[in-house]
């Protein structure tokens, strides 16, 4: 008795359609859903063919119903059901016998689904055409930004050719510099622009791989210098000299992860090596890795670096700058080369940017280059660095930490003797680094003089100079 009422209960309140019928296909009993939604009343249902309400699976060429056969709907999943009103809508049906023998059939609307379709091609079709919108007046915005910003940068070459005073170059600089930044981030929204749109292509052309990673090197080499650090760069000898591909975005590519390393390193080194993983016939795979002992990145934060205007710390944007469009360019530049970018590092140990592209051999014969004057050149300035102590410089009282500082105190003196100020600031942030794990005590006299150096103070600058030599000396023994 207590099974019958719940299954009364379920028959009335269930949402889907049911309907009980005969071997005839004559109606036996239909559920509230079936009358609701068919526009009969309960009565009116009751005894009439499943082919009123399934119109087109029993009308015969003439618009005649069909006498019932249920082979003509039972294996149908999906159909449409008519109302009263003759109107239709689509159902999803299933059937199955009750206890007592008699045939059921459930049928579910769909025009929810119909309705979800269309509006999700509306959608898309709306987002594509937004997008095309979007991409064009990118890059009108960015094409009319160039013209300004190109003129600025040629007042100011021709200026700086007729101005001796030096602060007023000084201040042309520092424009010139701002010029700089504003076009690399104008060519970054419009590359960004470009993939999205699928508007990108990449060349393919014959170029000398070693002599493109000189370039690449030479041009980070003055503010490697201003920063002094360490440059190492090895290539792998068996890499082919001349090579066909887009060498463009491999630069492209390359100054990203280099400008990155540089940006976000104080003290320690850079390192390039590039090896060659695989060759078929005329294709090479080349695996690149950049190294640096910068401020890392925390597994969290990585996540989210190769992300469209993303950094993977907020605080980085303010400090550092950018788009935060950079590596997710860079990863696109790659995936089109077919190859996969990934990064390994830690927060406080330095980040290691590893990626693999595809390219192709010339078809002409060349001599084989024994190795390219990239690896040659800086290997010859750095040495054997790679082979000395990994222990990490920003640990405080470490013995490349207390070698270091010793070298950056001596030249920030030097520097406030000279009244190198621009020089200084940079030392002074760079001893700030070195002795994060020192203690609080050091945070009051680095603060005076990273605020006397702004000033050009020299007296300020140099007591909070021997004040945190005092503090050095105590803290380290020396």
Same mark, same amino acid.
């Given at each position: 008795?207590?099974?019958?009422?719940?299954?009364?209960?379920?028959?009335?309140?269930?949402?889907?359609?049911?309907?009980?019928?005969?071997?005839?296909?004559?109606?036996?009993?239909?559920?509230?859903?079936?009358?609701?939604?068919? @526009?009969?009343?309960?009565?009116?249902?009751?005894?009439?063919?499943?082919?009123?309400?399934?119109? =087109?699976?029993?009308? !015969?060429?003439?618009?005649?119903? #069909?006498?019932?056969?249920?082979?003509?709907?039972?294996?149908?999943?999906?159909?449409?059901?008519?109302?009263?009103?003759?109107?239709?809508?689509?159902? =999803?049906?299933?059937?199955?016998?009750?206890?007592?023998? #008699?045939?059921?059939?459930?049928?579910?609307?769909?025009?929810?689904?119909?309705?979800?379709?269309?509006?999700?091609?509306?959608?898309?079709?709306?987002?594509?055409?937004?997008?095309?919108?979007?991409?064009?007046?990118?890059?009108?915005?960015?094409?009319?930004?160039?013209?300004?910003?190109?003129?600025?940068?040629?007042? +100011?070459?021709?200026?700086?050719?007729?101005?001796?005073?030096?602060?007023?170059?000084?201040?042309?600089?520092?424009?010139?510099?701002?010029?700089?930044?504003?076009?690399?981030? $104008?060519?970054?929204?419009?590359? /960004?622009?470009?993939?999205?749109?699928?508007?990108?292509?990449?060349?393919? #052309?014959? /170029?000398? /791989?070693?002599?493109?990673?000189? =370039?690449?090197?030479?041009?980070?080499?003055?503010?490697?210098?201003?920063?002094?650090?360490?440059?190492?760069?090895?290539? !792998?000898?068996?890499?082919?000299?001349?090579?066909?591909?887009?060498?463009?975005?491999?630069?492209?590519?390359?100054?990203?992860?280099?400008?990155?390393? *540089?940006?976000?390193?104080?003290?320690?080194?850079?390192?390039?090596?590039?090896?060659?993983?695989?060759?078929?016939?005329?294709?090479?795979?080349? /695996?690149?890795?950049?190294?640096?002992?910068?401020?890392?990145?925390?597994?969290?934060?990585?996540?989210?670096?190769?992300?469209?205007?993303?950094?993977?710390?907020?605080?980085?944007?303010?400090?550092?700058?950018?788009?935060?469009?950079?590596?997710? *360019?860079?990863?696109?530049?790659?995936?089109?080369?077919?190859?996969?970018?990934?990064?390994?590092?830690?927060?406080?140990? @330095?980040?290691?940017?590893?990626?693999?592209?595809?390219?192709?051999?010339?078809?002409?014969?060349?001599?084989?280059?024994?190795?390219?004057? #990239?690896?040659?050149?800086?290997?010859?300035?750095?040495?054997?660095?790679?082979?000395?102590?990994?222990?990490?410089?920003?640990?405080?009282?470490?013995?490349?930490?207390?070698?270091?500082?010793?070298?950056?105190?001596?030249?920030? +003196?030097?520097?406030?003797?000279?009244?190198?100020?621009?020089?200084?600031?940079?030392?002074?942030?760079?001893?700030?680094?070195?002795?994060?794990?020192? @203690?609080?005590?050091?945070?009051?006299?680095?603060?005076?003089?990273?605020?006397?150096?702004?000033?050009?103070?020299?007296?300020?600058?140099?007591?909070?100079?021997?004040?945190?030599?005092? $503090?050095?000396?105590?803290?380290?023994?020396?």
């Amino acid at each position: 008795m207590e099974n019958s009422r719940i299954n009364s209960t379920i028959f009335e309140e269930t949402k889907e359609i049911v309907i009980v019928y005969d071997v005839n296909g004559e109606i036996t009993a239909v559920n509230r859903s079936a009358t609701e939604k068919l @526009g009969y009343k309960e009565e009116e249902l009751i005894g009439i063919s499943l082919g009123r309400v399934f119109r =087109q699976e029993f009308q !015969d060429e003439n618009g005649d119903y #069909a006498p019932f056969d249920k082979g003509r709907i039972e294996d149908k999943s999906e159909t449409a059901m008519y109302r009263k009103n003759s109107s239709c809508f689509p159902v =999803q049906v299933r059937f199955f016998d009750t206890e007592d023998g #008699a045939e059921c059939l459930l049928a579910e609307d769909i025009s929810w689904r119909n309705d979800m379709d269309i509006r999700i091609r509306q959608l898309k079709e709306e987002e594509e055409e937004n997008s095309r919108v979007r991409n064009e007046f990118t890059a009108n915005v960015t094409h009319e930004l160039r013209t300004p910003v190109n003129g600025i940068k040629g007042h +100011v070459n021709n200026l700086l050719e007729h101005i001796e005073d030096k602060e007023h170059r000084k201040i042309l600089d520092v424009i010139l510099f701002c010029c700089d930044n504003m076009s690399a981030i $104008i060519n970054n929204i419009l590359d /960004f622009s470009k993939l999205e749109a699928g508007k990108f292509t990449l060349e393919k #052309a014959e /170029f000398d /791989f070693y002599k493109m990673m000189d =370039q690449v090197i030479a041009t980070h080499m003055a503010e490697i210098n201003r920063k002094e650090l360490g440059i190492s760069v090895y290539i !792998d000898r068996s890499i082919p000299q001349f090579l066909i591909g887009d060498a463009l975005r491999i630069n492209q590519i390359l100054n990203n992860l280099l400008s990155n390393a *540089i940006k976000f390193t104080l003290v320690g080194q850079i390192s390039v090596d590039v090896s060659k993983t695989m060759q078929l016939n005329d294709s090479v795979e080349l /695996f690149f890795m950049v190294k640096d002992s910068g401020i890392g990145i925390s597994k969290e934060e990585q996540d989210k670096l190769f992300q469209s205007f993303k950094q993977a710390d907020a605080s980085i944007t303010r400090r550092f700058g950018g788009t935060g469009l950079g590596l997710s *360019i860079t990863k696109q530049l790659v995936e089109m080369m077919n190859g996969t970018i990934h990064v390994d590092s830690e927060k406080g140990k @330095g980040s290691c940017f590893s990626f693999s592209i595809k390219l192709h051999t010339s078809q002409n014969e060349y001599e084989s280059s024994e190795l390219g004057s #990239a690896y040659s050149k800086w290997s010859s300035i750095t040495g054997e660095a790679e082979k000395e102590s990994q222990e990490s410089f920003m640990e405080f009282g470490s013995e490349n930490n207390r070698v270091e500082l010793a070298k950056r105190m001596e030249k920030l +003196v030097l520097s406030l003797e000279l009244g190198s100020w621009e020089k200084a600031e940079l030392l002074a942030e760079t001893i700030k680094a070195l002795t994060q794990g020192a @203690g609080e005590e050091m945070k009051r006299p680095i603060l005076r003089l990273e605020m006397g150096i702004r000033k050009e103070n020299y007296e300020k600058s140099m007591a909070a100079y021997e004040q945190l030599k005092d $503090i050095l000396k105590e803290k380290l023994g020396d």
